[in-house]
Nanobody, 122 residues
């Protein structure tokens, strides 16, 4: 099994910054995608940012481009989300996501963290 543990959420004023962290542990042979999604009550979970090993690219939601930056430390099996210039509409539960292969014979499987609340309010 694979576990994703997030940290770094909290309450911040509009215009402020937060940094989310997520560390993967467990039965890991390789990781392809590591990224962040967010969800507000009554809406679907949406992609915020993703770092994709295969293809060597990063993807961002249009609403966060220029404000959020995703980074990854493969040695630590960790992904980070630096969020700057936060807006009230960024308020959501943020979920870490990863696609992991547990051994060389397996296909990649998707895993999710437990979620961390980010609230942007004055």
């Amino acid at each position: 099994q694979v576990q994703l543990v997030e940290s770094g959420g909290g309450l911040v004023q509009p215009g402020g910054s937060l940094r989310l962290s997520c560390a993967a542990s467990g039965s890991i042979y390789s990781i392809n995608v590591m990224g962040w999604y967010r969800q507000v009550p009554g809406k679907q979970r949406e992609l915020v940012a993703a770092d994709i090993t295969r293809g060597g690219r990063t993807d961002y939601a249009d609403s966060v481009k220029g404000r959020f930056t995703i980074s990854r430390d493969n040695a630590k099996k960790s992904v980070y989300l630096q969020m700057n210039s936060l807006k009230p509409e960024d308020t959501a539960v943020y979920y870490c996501h990863a696609t992991v292969r547990s051994n060389w014979r397996d296909s990649f499987a998707a895993y999710w963290g437990q979620g961390t609340q980010v609230t942007v309010s004055s």
